[in-house]
């Protein structure tokens, strides 16, 4: 390490600019590896501002497991909802739905939070892979309010509502549904009708909205004698 590196080391607001720009250059580990240095030599201090740039970085890193520990501290310290939200961004991805609820209720709950619309849409989503189709549906139907998620709470919408038609009509055909998860990046289940019982996969593309699901069907063959 030359002079002037271990000089940066030595001022809170060098390391953070550091961190920053390892974070803005697609280095996500090195930035955390930067203010977890700073922390344990006390140059940075263990604050909640400090620790959710820390959370950043792990979780941009797909370091999750280290990312909601320290996000958890974080918001344990701030109280923000920006924190809390990306504790249940976290939480999401690894399919952790009900802590994931808990968390965007508390993103959602602090007045000052400036991403509240997409906290719904998040919230919808979780709620439905909670298989609670009509909090859902509520959700989205207040993120229709917004100009910057009225598309995508649409499509949901729209998705729920045939959704909520395709389990009517199998339960007057005498059918059942089981939602089963399946190795990430996709969800599915299998349904009986008949004689039949079918395997069904959803996978997931990107974009948390039902247009970016794509569908598989399988019939497997006869069930019973």
């Given at each position: ?49 400090n620790?959710?740039l ?8 797909k ?5 909601i520990?320290v996000?958890?501290?974080?918001a ?22 009900k ?17 509240f ?13 909670l ?21 995508a709470?649409?499509?949901w ?7 909520s038609q ?11 549904w089981?939602?089963?998860?399946i190795?990430?990046p996709?969800?599915?289940g ?13 996978t ?16 497997i ?5």
């Open positions: 390490m030359c002079m002037s590196d271990r000089s940066m080391l030595n001022n809170e607001s060098q390391v953070i600019s550091l961190a920053q720009a390892m974070l803005a250059l697609d280095v996500p580990y090195k930035s955390a590896q930067i203010i977890l240095k700073g922390i344990k030599s006390k140059v940075v201090e263990e604050s909640g501002k620790l959710s820390l959370g950043d970085a792990f979780m941009i890193a370091e999750y497991e280290q990312a520990k996000m958890t501290q974080a344990s310290l701030t109280q923000q909802g920006k924190d809390f939200y990306k504790l249940a961004q976290i939480h999401t991805e690894r399919q952790e739905w802590v994931a609820l808990k968390n965007v209720g508390e993103a959602l709950s602090d007045e000052n939070f400036k991403k619309e997409d906290a719904l849409i998040l919230k919808g989503l979780i709620l439905f892979n298989n609670n189709l009509e909090q859902a549906k509520l959700v989205f139907q207040e993120a229709q309010k917004f100009d910057g998620t009225k598309k709470a649409k499509q919408l729209d998705y729920l509502n045939g959704e395709r389990r009517e009509y199998m339960a007057q055909q005498g059918s059942f089981l939602w089963l998860p190795k990430k996709s969800f599915g299998f349904f009986m009708q008949g004689d039949f019982i079918y395997i069904l996969e959803l997931f593309f990107g974009s948390p909205s039902p247009g970016h699901f794509g569908f598989n069907g399988l019939d063959g006869f069930i019973g004698n």
